[in-house]
C-alpha cells in the first residue's frame, strides 16, 4: 500500500512583513476575508452524543454552539438570540431541551426555531414563534470532529480537505479518545504558532537534546528531523504534510550500546527484543512497521489494514489552512490549534490535545506529549494562565520562544522573512492568506 504524491503549487514569494503579525487593521482583513470563509475544525462528536447535547466553541469575536438533533444529525448555530442579541450559552458544553436567553427569556428548539418569547402578543410586527430561527451555520463531520462554515456557499467539507480526506480516512479517527486536553492564552499573533508547526527548522535547536554526548547526537523520539531525509508536500486546496521516518534506534542508543526510550519499550510491545538490534540500529524502523503488520490485527488495531508501512512508524505531521496543525501517529493523534483572540492581534487562544486509538482489549497506557497516563483516564478540556501547566516539554520549548519572536517582528529594524527551502509550507501558508484577502479564494 503507498502514498501517493500532493501536487506542488508554484509558489509566488511573500517576504512576510512584520505587520501582518500586529496590524489591527490586517486582522480585521483576515477576520471578514479570510476566517469567514473557510471550515474550521471546532467540536467532537463523541461529546454530544444524545439528542439535546451540545459544545460551545468561540473562534475570534464568533462563538458557536453544536446541537446534537433528535434524529441524530448535528447543527451548528451562531450563540447569540434572535432578540437583542444576548450569548445564549456561556459553559463548554451541556444537555438541553431547549435553549433559554438569559436575558428575557426567549426558548430556541434544539432545531433553532423560537418557541416561546415572554408576551408575545407585543410585537407590532407579530408573534415571533415559529417566524424567527437561530442563524444556522453549514456544519459537516468527518474524523469525529464537528466543522462549520461560515460561508453559506461554501464547497463541501471534502473538497477542501482534498488529500487530508484520503490520508485521515485510514485511520478510523472517529473512534479515537482524548487523554490530554489543554488550553491557554498566548500572548503572541496566531500565525506565529501556525508558522512553528509548519516548518522543523527550529527542531535541532529550540528541541535540541541536552545530557551526555551520546544524548545529544539521538534523533528526537526515533524519528528523523533531517530536512534532506523529510518529505515536504503541499496540496492546492492550502494544506501541508511533512513525513519524518521514524522507529530508528541508529542515533537513539545509550552510552553502552542499547536502545534508548521511548523506542526500547515500543519494540518490546511488540514482541521485538532491543537487545538483537545493538549494531544494527538502522533495521529497527522496518522489524518494527513488520512486527505492527504482523501482530497488529490480533490485538484488534483494525485500521492497521488501511496503512501503508511507513504510517505504521513515521511521523505525519499536516498543517490544516488556517488554523490546525496534527502529528498523525499510528496510534496518536497530537491536536494543536490557534483561534485569534476576539479583539487582540497579538494574541490567541491555543489548544494542546492529545487522542489515541481504542483497539478492544487493548490494555497498555497512553503516551501524550505532556507524559503517560491510563488508557480509561479520558479528559476535560483544562483551561489555564500560561506558564500555569507544562504543555509537554516540546510544546513548553516552542511556547517559550514565540513571545521573543513576537517582540521582534514589531521592530522596523525587520525587514520581513528570509526563507529556507524547508520552510516553504509558511510561504505557501502566508500566500493563501493573501489569496483570500484579496478575492481570488
Not at 418569547?117 to 410585537?123: G, I, M, P, R
Request: some cysteine; charged content about 25%; aromatic content about 12%.
Amino acid at each position: 500500500m503507498t502514498l501517493p504524491d500532493w501536487p506542488a503549487p508554484k509558489l509566488r514569494g511573500n517576504r512576510l512583513p512584520g505587520h501582518r503579525y500586529t496590524s489591527r487593521a490586517f486582522f480585521e482583513q483576515e477576520w471578514e476575508r479570510m476566517w469567514t470563509r473557510v471550515w474550521l475544525l471546532l467540536g467532537r462528536e463523541s461529546e454530544i452524543p444524545e439528542a439535546g447535547d451540545w459544545q460551545r466553541e468561540d473562534v475570534g469575536p464568533e462563538s458557536f454552539l453544536m446541537v446534537r438533533q433528535a434524529d441524530g444529525g448535528i447543527k451548528a448555530y451562531y450563540n447569540v438570540c434572535q432578540h437583542r442579541g444576548a450569548r445564549l450559552v456561556t459553559e463548554e458544553k451541556g444537555h438541553a431541551r431547549r435553549f433559554v436567553c438569559p436575558y428575557h427569556s426567549w426558548a430556541f428548539q434544539l432545531d433553532g426555531v423560537l418557541a416561546f418569547a415572554q408576551d408575545a402578543e407585543d410585537f407590532p410586527e407579530g408573534d415571533p414563534c415559529g417566524k424567527l430561527r437561530l442563524e444556522e451555520v453549514r456544519c459537516e463531520s468527518f474524523a469525529g470532529f464537528i466543522w462549520i462554515n461560515m460561508d453559506p456557499d461554501c464547497v463541501s467539507l471534502q473538497d477542501y480537505l482534498g488529500p487530508i480526506w484520503d490520508d485521515w480516512s485510514r485511520y478510523e479517527l472517529d473512534t479515537w479518545k482524548r487523554y490530554l486536553a489543554q488550553t491557554t492564552t498566548l500572548p503572541v499573533n496566531w500565525k506565529v504558532v501556525i508558522d512553528n508547526f509548519n516548518e522543523s527548522y527550529h527542531v535541532p535547536t529550540v528541541h535540541r537534546v541536552r545530557g551526555t554526548p551520546e544524548e545529544r547526537k539521538r534523533m528526537h523520539s526515533g524519528v528523523d528531523t533531517n530536512y534532506k531525509n523529510t518529505r515536504f508536500d503541499l496540496s492546492e486546496e492550502g494544506h501541508n504534510r511533512m513525513i519524518m521516518a521514524g522507529g530508528y534506534a541508529g542515533a537513539s542508543l545509550n552510552q553502552d550500546g542499547s536502545i534508548g526510550e521511548p523506542l526500547n519499550t515500543i519494540m518490546r510491545e511488540w514482541g521485538l527484543d532491543p537487545a538483537d538490534f545493538v549494531g544494527r540500529g538502522h533495521e529497527t524502523r522496518e522489524a518494527l512497521q513488520a512486527a505492527k503488520r504482523k501482530l497488529g490485527p490480533g490485538k484488534n488495531y483494525t485500521h492497521y489494514a488501511k496503512l501503508a508501512d511507513e504510517q505504521l512508524t513515521d511521523a505525519f505531521h499536516y498543517t490544516l489552512f488556517p488554523n490546525f496543525a496534527v502529528s498523525l501517529w499510528s496510534d496518536g493523534f497530537h491536536f494543536l490549534r490557534a483561534r485569534p483572540h476576539p479583539t487582540d492581534p497579538e494574541q490567541c487562544v491555543f489548544d494542546n490535545f492529545w487522542y489515541a486509538s481504542q483497539p478492544e482489549g487493548e490494555t497498555s497506557p497512553i503516551r501524550t506529549t505532556a507524559g503517560i497516563v491510563p488508557r480509561d483516564q479520558e479528559v476535560e478540556r483544562q483551561i489555564f494562565e500560561p506558564g500555569d501547566v507544562s504543555l509537554g516539554r516540546t510544546i513548553d520549548q516552542d511556547v517559550e520562544i514565540f513571545p521573543l519572536q513576537q517582540a521582534g517582528l514589531r521592530s522596523r529594524g525587520y525587514k520581513g522573512a528570509y526563507l529556507a527551502g524547508q520552510e516553504s509550507r509558511i510561504r505557501r501558508y502566508h500566500e493563501l492568506i493573501d489569496d483570500y484577502i484579496e478575492g481570488r479564494r
